[in-house]
């Protein structure tokens, strides 16, 4: 056993991700900012977690880290059971494709490809087809089997972030994360998002982190974080809008 | 905005753009430099050249000449004149110094016997007393004094490493002879000239071994001093025989000079046609660098319009950036041009041209053209783009996609009309010919150019279609980042197409020469096969001809049933210059089929001429009429038409023996070229080794067999088109930065879409994959396109030359194939920047990219 493992105990086969006293700090000197301050956090296989929080509290930092899409200064974080820090340019993106699952806010599909395409974007640049039983059920369950040959420009934005979601859920990855993912929506659209990963996580036992600042979108979820200053300063589990509500005002005062 | 205001902008905005500013910069600057280049070249070397023959006559006052009756004073061939009139010149009250002067064939040997060959130049052989006025300047040791001596130039002793003292072999006409090396002499301030070799004797000798007899070709004057120069000119005239003349040294000078300036001049064309080209693919590189660029900034140009920027104002920022930065290009293309040239001058000598020490020759016509080409060039590409960044509504500013308007249908019409007249213009040029070279070269040249734009502006049409059948493949080979390629290549037609035409033009040029220069080899080949019956054609590497021994030696050879040398001249028929070429009237018949209709050799062998039926029905001559040749030594003579020939395409349009050559001229007696053919029952390899054994004697003949010599001159043509491909080099390469840049930009306007699929599982190798890919389906796009269009003007080209130059056209798959594979090399250079910066984008970085 070497020593990053002995520091950081190998994680439970139930646990999706995790980070263990994550440090992530900007700069240097007077300008230095400190985005993540030490946390710690796992997030349990086949459960709907939703990171909160006021802008700059680190939730979008800290969804990147545990992604691959950044390095910590200090601390480690996994996927399953993949410590990330031991990883290579090549290997953190071949865990992207393979163990990954991304919802961004907008620009989620690439203009020049098909519906279907992007969907299967992660599969094709893998070179395997993937699992064709699980991919239609996931194209049937987001409704759009009518609109696979479509280029995203033809869709709308709903329409778009359900193909983005599909394409996350194509994979069967350990973990999706998904960046405020009704941010550009309607409410009506956006609602829709969010029943669809809910259902993904009851009915196929995905597990979701979602960064968001919306409430009601929050209550959607399992379980909320709640991070202020680059530290996890609270949490609620199956939480109400209301709840999530009253809970930000508290940390605010 | 004030004008000091838009200033500020347009310099931040400069600065603030970096490396597309400095793409544009190169585009002019590669532009600027060849322009300038190519005059600086021709004018330094113009110059330099007119310098040195003034140098070289500076102190000869008058000389005496054989007299032509026409033609060009610069580059006849005059008759020799006798050593005996020399005395008679010198008695002329006035002349001080009288300097004889004999200029003919002199090959000088290594000492392991081998030929020193040139790059075509001369090999000369020259008398010299050692006046030191006399052009000639001694460099080492003295001049040649006495029979065994001899000076040579100082720029072939030092290429050789002869040294004074050194005995040397020297093969003239009269035979081969061992000397001994005197000296070393320049001319004027060169080692030499213009890589031909100089060996210098002193009269005397010769006079005995250049085989001149008692005749010299001028005598150089002196006169005393305080005499007046027309008043000795005019006393010297009134002795001299017929036929000959005495001229002022300036003339002579200025004569040489102007010789050499017809050579340079129709270079320095050539260099410039090349040059203007590059500029004119510079030109679309710079026109796309600017529109996309402009498309960048949509938001930043907007928001300089919400806040008050009005419409003129953006453009006369656009304008102003524009004009700035190609100042500064032009100014270091100038400086760029110059070492271009220098270059230039260094390539000929390193190649054995021997220049003079040239000076730099840097023209006020030469500053203005960089100015037009480089700032005129770059203002008028920026003209559209800056109109549309003016028209860019403010609420572009929180609205992208309101920013430009459609514009394709206007764009299809303008470029099928620009074709259309582009097509006419050049078809006209070709086939109709107004207003003879000039007209030429504004109808086919401008419809050229017109027609280059008109098919850039509509390849945007097929360029997606095109592009998706070219990158099936690559998607078939390639998977996903091949399916990126494909999609990327085809997703925006008219950047596609924009930075593929400049590719396209250049490839479009390489392919045209390509059916050319392919016509005209199938065409000397079957002219070759059908009127070359010889087996053999013997030739001199100095193009100064050979002496008429080598025929003679060929005629005694056994093995050969048939010789005859070709020969040359000039002489004026119903006031027109024409070309006669004269032959062994016995044996030509067995040599060259040319086709004989009526008449035969036996009149010609008689003292006729034959005619080519074309030029004789011009005439209105037939077989047994009288025609009246004047030839350039001023005799007049009638000949009788001996017979009609067909085919011309070997001997020229006029044709006399040997005899009556010989019987009308005085001139030196040189063969061109000998033709042989191998009698019955001969084996080849007997007959080559009896041929090549008999001419042993002089290394600088090249003997080709039938088969070589077709060889040898499809070789010269395949040469013909590798330096002309080696002149589109430039535009080639600027073609490829083009496609370079315009890749480099769309990756950068993909920074988000790159980022994304990092984040969702691309790895570097397949990100590099699928640009380089896209670089490779856009270049081959724009060489598919240039090759159709190419091959095109080179077919109309070859049909529009007479057919006794180009009788068949022909199509170079092998050519057309290896452009293909260029092109894909082209397109992996070109991806090589851009392909590496899209792989190392911070993943982060590119999807938070607005």
């Known amino acids: 056993m070497t020593s990053t493992e002995t520091a950081s105990p190998a994680p439970d086969s139930t646990v999706a991700a995790g980070a263990t006293d994550a440090h992530k700090v900007y700069g240097v000197g007077e300008s230095e900012v400190r985005a993540l301050d030490g946390v710690t956090i796992s997030f349990d296989t086949g459960r709907f977690t939703a990171i909160m929080g006021p802008s700059g509290s680190g939730k979008s930092t800290l969804l990147h880290c545990l992604a691959g899409l950044d390095s910590l200064t200090m601390g480690a974080v996994h996927i399953g059971h993949t410590y990330l820090a031991e990883l290579d340019d090549t290997e953190i993106t071949e865990l992207r494709r393979t163990k990954v699952g991304f919802v961004f806010q907008a620009f989620n599909l690439i203009p020049t490809l098909t519906a279907r395409e992007n969907i299967m974007l992660p599969m094709m640049l893998g070179g395997d087809k993937g699992d064709t039983a699980w991919i239609d059920e996931v194209i049937a369950t987001v409704g759009l089997a009518d609109r696979l040959s479509h280029r995203p420009s033809e869709l709308s934005g709903g329409q778009q972030q359900r193909v983005a979601v599909a394409r996350a859920l194509a994979s069967q990855p350990t973990i999706i994360f998904a960046d405020e993912p009704t941010g550009n929506l309607d409410s009506q659209s956006g609602a829709e998002i969010l029943s669809f990963m809910r259902r993904a996580v009851r009915e196929f036992g995905q597990t979701i982190v979602m960064v968001t600042h919306d409430p009601v979108a929050a209550s959607y979820a399992d379980r909320v974080v709640f991070l202020a200053d680059g530290r996890v300063v609270d949490e609620m589990a199956d939480p109400t809008a209301e709840g999530v509500l009253d809970r930000i005002k508290q940390l605010g005062e | ?850």
Do not use: C
């Not at chain 2, 340079?264 to 660029?293: P, R």
């Not at chain 2, 213009?425 to 070279?437: A, E, I, K, T, Y």
């Open chain 2, 1 to 850: 905005m004030s004008a000091r205001s838009t200033l500020l902008l347009a310099r931040k905005s400069l600065r603030a753009r970096l490396g597309r500013t400095i793409a544009i910069a190169v585009a002019i600057f590669a532009g600027v430099s060849f322009v300038v280049g190519s005059f600086v070249l021709a004018d330094s070397l113009r110059a330099t050249f007119t310098n040195l023959f003034a140098e070289i006559n500076e102190n000869i006052d008058l000389q005496v000449r054989a007299s032509i009756a026409f033609g060009d004073e610069s580059v006849a061939e005059r008759e020799p004149i006798p050593l005996a009139l020399g005395d008679e010149i010198a008695a002329v009250e006035g002349v001080a110094v009288i300097e004889p002067f004999l200029q003919r064939y002199a090959q000088i040997l290594r000492p392991d016997g081998t030929a020193v060959t040139t790059q075509g130049a001369p090999l000369l052989g020259v008398t010299w007393s050692g006046n030191p006025d006399a052009g000639l300047t001694l460099r080492d040791g003295r001049p040649a004094a006495g029979p065994g001596e001899v000076a040579i130039d100082k720029a072939t002793a030092d290429r050789e490493g002869f040294a004074v003292g050194d005995r040397i072999e020297i093969l003239t006409d009269v035979g081969r002879q061992e000397f001994e090396l005197v000296g070393t002499i320049g001319l004027a301030d060169a080692d030499g000239f213009a890589g031909a070799t100089l060996s210098v004797f002193d009269l005397e000798t010769g006079l005995d071994v250049l085989g001149a007899g008692d005749q010299v070709d001028v005598f150089e004057l002196q006169i005393d001093e305080g005499a007046d120069l027309a008043t000795v000119q005019e006393r010297i005239e009134q002795i001299l025989p017929p036929r000959t003349e005495v001229i002022t040294g300036d003339q002579v000078a200025e004569e040489a000079a102007q010789g050499i300036n017809q050579f340079i001049d129709l270079f320095g064309t050539g260099l410039l046609i090349f040059a203007f080209v590059t500029a004119f693919v510079s030109a679309f590189i710079i026109n796309n660098v600017f529109a996309i660029t402009i498309g960048q900034r949509l938001r930043e140009l907007a928001l300089l319009r919400a806040v008050g920027a009005s419409g003129r104002q953006v453009r006369r920022m656009i304008a102003l950036e524009a004009f700035v930065m190609s100042l500064i290009a032009t100014g270091l293309g100038i400086i760029g041009g110059i070492f271009f040239a220098r270059l230039m001058v260094a390539l000929f000598n390193a190649a054995g041209l021997g220049f003079p020490e040239t000076g730099t020759v840097l023209a006020l016509r030469t500053v203005v053209m960089a100015l037009l080409v480089g700032v005129g060039i770059t203002m008028l590409s920026v003209i559209v783009p800056a109109r549309r960044a003016a028209r860019i509504p403010p609420v572009a500013a929180m609205h992208p996609e309101l920013g430009f308007a459609a514009l394709s249908a206007r764009r299809l019409v303008g470029g099928v009309v620009v074709t259309a007249i582009g097509v006419t213009m050049f078809l006209v040029g070709l086939f109709v010919r107004p207003g003879g070279g000039t007209g030429l070269a504004f109808f086919a040249g401008g419809g050229g150019l017109l027609l280059f734009l008109g098919t850039a502006s509509l390849s945007s049409t097929v360029a997606r279609p095109v592009t998706r059948a070219l990158g099936w493949p690559v998607q078939k080979l390639l998977g996903t980042p091949g399916t990126l390629a494909r999609e990327n290549a085809s997703r925006a037609p008219r950047r596609t197409s924009a930075s593929a035409s400049a590719l396209m033009i250049g490839v479009a040029l390489v392919s045209a020469s390509a059916v050319f220069a392919a016509s005209l080899r199938d065409t000397f080949v079957r002219v070759l096969d059908r009127a070359v019956t010889a087996d053999y054609v013997i030739t001199d590497a100095s193009f100064q001809g050979m002496t008429p021994e080598v025929a003679a030696i060929l005629r005694d050879l056994p093995e050969l049933s048939a010789v005859s040398p070709i020969r040359a001249t000039l002489a004026q028929v119903d006031g027109e210059q024409r070309g006669i070429g004269a032959a062994e009237a016995s044996a030509l018949g067995d040599l060259l089929e040319i086709d004989l209709v009526s008449g035969g050799y036996d009149a010609m062998a008689d003292g006729g001429i034959l005619v080519h039926d074309d030029t004789a029905e011009n005439l209105g001559l037939a077989t047994g009429d009288t025609v009246t040749l004047t030839f350039q030594n001023g005799i007049e003579d009638d000949l009788p038409v001996a017979g009609i020939f067909r085919d011309n395409t070997i001997a020229g349009n006029w044709l006399v023996s040997l005899e009556t050559f010989e019987r009308i001229t005085e001139l030196p007696p040189r063969d061109f070229f000998v033709v042989a053919r191998l009698a019955d029952g001969v084996d080849p390899l007997i007959g080559d080794d009896a041929v090549r054994a008999s001419l042993a004697e002089f290394p600088q003949l090249e003997v080709r067999t039938n088969a070589e010599f077709r060889q040898q001159q499809e070789g010269q043509i395949n040469q013909l088109l590798i330096v002309i491909t080696a002149l589109l080099f430039f535009a080639i390469l600027i073609a490829v930065l083009g496609i370079s840049i315009t890749l480099a930009l769309s990756v950068f306007e993909r920074t988000r879409e790159i980022g994304l699929l990092r984040a969702v599982g691309m790895n570097k190798r397949q990100t590099r994959r699928s640009v380089r890919w896209e670089a490779v389906i856009v270049s081959v796009f724009g060489a598919v396109v240039g090759i159709v269009l190419g091959s095109l003007i080179g077919i109309a080209l070859a049909v529009a030359v007479p057919d006794n130059v180009i009788e068949v056209v022909s199509f170079s798959p092998v050519t057309t194939g290896l452009i293909l594979v260029g092109a894909v090399f082209a397109g992996l250079f070109a991806a090589l920047y851009p392909s590496y910066k899209a792989s190392n984008m911070d993943v982060l970085e590119a999807i938070a990219t607005e």
